[in-house]
């Protein structure tokens, strides 16, 4: 199985703050690399995929890169709706694996 | 609109059986594969497996293959989790959620969850 490790597993930040979430995979993954946001008692939201494609409707203060075995979540200012936790999702093998999420919290 | 919707929570015994269910809207339910994940109190994301609705070829997870089942009924456009006899470990949140069209697609819309409780 493809190991997914996000990190941090948790960071204080303030609004208006750049946060950046790292994923690496134990292999590489090409782009096959997406992200969702969950915030408590919610479904998770699907924000990114193919490691820098933004969904539709999601703002564009969000962002991702990365090949291979590295990925990054960029949120360039956060905003009070970006307090949730993040997990990154491999599709490029099964079982498709997700990191242990990082959860952003306030400062 | 894209919803899926999800069948209620569940209390239930170990060694009891349960079959929840995800029903799909606003699109061609037998066109998207359709996944379940679990998400365990207080822990992260897992996929149990994907199943793809017009012909119910299923893929599972190593890790839950043989503890559940997927099913889907294309007619009425709905999918279905399956546990023969639960354990108190299946204590859990479950989704369902559609792939955004292709087998190695991600998941673009989510199933409110169903949260099932197995306790004796």
């Known amino acids: 199985d493809i190991q997914m490790t996000q990190s941090p597993s948790s960071l204080s930040a303030s609004v208006g703050d750049r946060v950046t979430i790292t994923c690496r995979a134990s292999?590489?993954?090409?782009?096959?690399l997406n992200w969702y946001q969950q915030k408590p008692g919610k479904a998770p939201k699907f924000l990114i995929y193919?490691?820098?494609s933004l969904q539709s409707g999601v703002p564009s203060r969000i962002s991702g890169s990365g090949s291979g075995t590295d990925f990054t979540l960029t949120i360039s200012s956060l905003q009070p709706e970006d307090f949730a936790t993040y997990y990154c999702?491999?599709?490029?093998?099964?079982?498709?694996?997700f990191g242990r999420g990082t959860k952003v919290e306030l400062k | 609109e894209v919803q899926l919707v999800q069948s209620g929570a569940e209390v239930k015994k170990p060694g009891e059986f349960l079959k929840i269910s995800c029903k799909g809207f606003?699109?061609?339910?037998?066109?998207?594969?359709l996944g379940w994940l679990r998400q365990m109190p207080g822990k992260g994301l897992e996929w149990m497996g994907v199943?793809?609705?017009?012909?119910?070829?299923?893929r599972y997870s190593p890790s839950f293959r043989g503890q559940v089942t997927f099913s889907a009924d294309k007619f009425i456009g709905t999918a279905y989790l399956q546990w023969n006899s639960l354990k108190a470990s299946d204590t859990a949140m479950y989704y369902c959620?559609?792939?955004?069209?292709?087998?190695?697609?991600?998941?673009?819309?989510w199933g409110q969850g169903s949260l099932v409780t197995v306790s004796s």
């Open positions: 193919a490691a820098s």
């Open positions: 606003g699109y061609n339910f037998t066109n998207y594969w």
């Open positions: 959620a559609r792939t955004m069209g292709g087998f190695g697609d991600p998941f673009d819309y």
């Open positions: 292999q590489s993954i090409t782009t096959y």
């Open positions: 199943i793809f609705p017009g012909d119910s070829d299923s």
């Open positions: 999702h491999q599709t490029y093998s099964m079982p498709w694996t």
